[in-house]
């Protein structure tokens, strides 16, 4: 059973930025395309980035676009979100997900990922 387990959440001021990541455990990492989502409360889960297996593509939600990045390292086994210029709706938890697709994919959507993270909690606020 794949285990996937982030850590980096925290409080951070808006305009802040903050390095969340992600480690695999229990399988190997070059068979999932990796990927971030969050969940604020009330709402839905809801696509961050994702990366494929072999880290040559990325692709973000809309609200990422320029202020994330995601990142991988497939000898150590993990994934980064590092996240700029932070803003109060970036408040959520954030979970790390692997997908197990061919290689080239970036799946966004939550029922493409077979295994998920416990959750990491961001607080953006003053």
């Known amino acids: 059973q794949a285990q996937l387990m982030e850590t980096g959440g925290g409080l951070v001021q808006p305009g802040g930025s903050l390095r969340l990541s992600c480690s695999l455990g229990?399988?190997?990492?070059?068979?999932?395309?990796m990927g971030w989502f969050r969940r604020a409360p009330g709402e839905e889960r809801e696509f961050v980035a994702v990366?494929?297996?072999?880290?040559?593509?990325?692709d973000y939600g809309g609200f990422a676009k320029g202020r994330f990045l995601i990142s991988r390292d497939n000898v150590k086994g993990t994934v980064d979100l590092q996240m700029n210029n932070l803003k109060s709706e970036d408040t959520a938890v954030y979970y790390c997900?692997?997908?197990?697709?061919?290689?080239?994919?970036?799946?966004?959507?939550?029922?493409?990922?077979?295994?998920w993270g416990q959750g990491t909690q961001v607080t953006v606020s003053s």
């Open positions: 990366i494929s297996r072999a880290g040559t593509r990325r």
């Open positions: 997900a692997a997908a197990n697709t061919v290689t080239g994919a970036t799946p966004s959507s939550v029922g493409q990922f077979h295994f």
């Open positions: 229990g399988r190997a990492i070059t068979d999932y395309a």
